[in-house]
């Protein structure tokens, strides 16, 4: 399936919900955790992970907005 039909079933909004939840908890847990980090090699490593968590939960927003492909 490329596009993201125009209505989706109760059930498949409960299952993006849930994507989106467990994607932005994991990216407030680890920007809390950095505080109490020092090694700055750790410290880099989850910067990268919260931001591809967050980057993921932004796609899927946009996604969900626009309805086009998604590539």
Known sequence: MKKV???I????????????NWNIVAYKKINYYLDFITDKNAI?????IAKMHYSFC???ISLLESG????
């Open 5 to 7: 039909p125009k209505m």
């Open 9 to 20: 079933s109760t059930k498949d909004a409960s299952y993006i919900k849930d994507i989106f």
């Open 44 to 48: 880099s490593l989850l910067e990268d």
């Open 58 to 60: 932004e796609k899927l």
């Open 68 to 71: 086009d492909t998604n590539d």
